[in-house]
């Protein structure tokens, strides 16, 4: 009886101590480590979301690039940093999920952080060349199952979202397509235009340019809702391949034993951001879809990821380049 009493009596302690140490935080500035280099597209979002969040928290978040091993360099750095709220983590599903099931990585992409929220969701677009004269998905797999039919793919590189994309299209309707990793998603879609490969799964931002101005015909959008920027392309579900659905995404994460008062007043501040029309006008003319989570709801997102992917591998011997 008294062990039980202590217990809650320190339980109760405890949680008294975060609440009191959340009602202060932050006191200094706070690291979002991104684990890419600067200037790309992830280095891109968290940068704005940077500045907004910290104009929210009314202290400065500075943004520090460390890239490299499959976005682990810098995911390593966080898991091991102090569950204090000051060093967060913008993660992606190459840090979280694809890198550590796809290679050895000195943490574990979920259980060793404490999920904030899902910052920012860029689903991908199905899209093909113009040569191939089809205007549905329908037609497209049609086309690919026929003998003589050779057809390429490329993506941004081997275990990245345009890849596991392409993949799961395959998976989901027995085709055959050869995959082609470039270094990056911009030789990928100069390629794709250009006709040496014929489809892309890739982020509807960099392939909207191109859908817009004839050179390249979009199938299928990877949400469960159109989007405003291509309202005439079907999603997913409506064009057949609902459970294919890919995107490239990001989160905030913080170290495993951060207090839950920090968690949540990160998460109602990331919230607050997102929630503000002119930072929702800028992100969805970029095509990304923004969803206002609680952790809870974030670290399902992230599972779910990690559920896909287990189960792809199983079919399909993804591998890091």
């Keep these: ?51 907004e969040l910290g104009t929210v928290l009314k202290q400065q978040v500075v943004v520090e690039n460390k890239a490299g091993a499959g976005a682990t360099i810098g995911a390593a750095h966080v898991a091991k940093a102090n569950a204090d709220g000051y060093t967060l983590l913008f993660g992606t599903a190459a840090s979280h999920v694809v890198s550590p099931l796809m290679q050895p990585a000195p943490y574990d992409g979920i259980k060793d952080f404490e999920f904030v929220a899902l910052a920012a969701n860029q689903p991908n677009l199905l899209v093909v060349h113009p040569s191939l004269n089809v205007k549905t998905v329908d037609e497209f797999i049609a086309l690919a199952k026929k003998p003589d039919q050779k057809m390429s793919y490329g993506s941004s590189g081997s275990g990245t979202s345009p890849h596991i994309g392409g993949e799961l299209i395959k998976q989901a309707k027995g085709v055959d397509i050869t995959h082609i990793p470039y270094k990056g998603a911009a030789p990928a879609i100069t390629d794709l235009v250009a006709g040496r490969t014929q489809m892309g799964v890739m982020n509807l931002s960099g392939e909207l340019p191109f859908v817009k101005a004839g050179k390249l015909v979009a199938l299928a959008y990877a949400s469960k809702n159109r989007s405003p920027l291509l309202p005439d392309v ?21 170290p495993k034993g951060t207090p839950k008062a920090v968690v949540d007043k990160l998460n ?15 992100m969805e003319a970029q095509g990304t879809e923004l969803e206002t989570l609680t952790p809870a709801e974030t670290l399902a997102f992230v599972q779910e990821d990690a559920r896909k992917l287990n189960a792809l591998m199983k079919h399909v011997p993804l591998k890091m380049d």
């Design 234 to 254: 079907p999603t997913f579900e409506e064009a057949g391949l609902g459970g294919s659905e890919s995107a490239s995404w990001y989160t905030v994460a913080a």
């Design 1 to 51: 009886m008294k062990k039980t009493v202590f217990s809650l009596l320190g339980v109760s302690l405890a949680l008294a101590a975060g609440q009191a140490f959340a009602n202060d935080y932050p006191t200094r500035p706070i690291t979002l480590v991104n684990p890419y280099a600067a200037g790309g597209p992830a280095d891109n979002v968290a940068r704005v979301l940077a500045k």
């Design 268 to 282: 109602d501040a990331i919230n607050q951001v997102m929630r503000n029309p002119e930072y929702r006008s800028t």
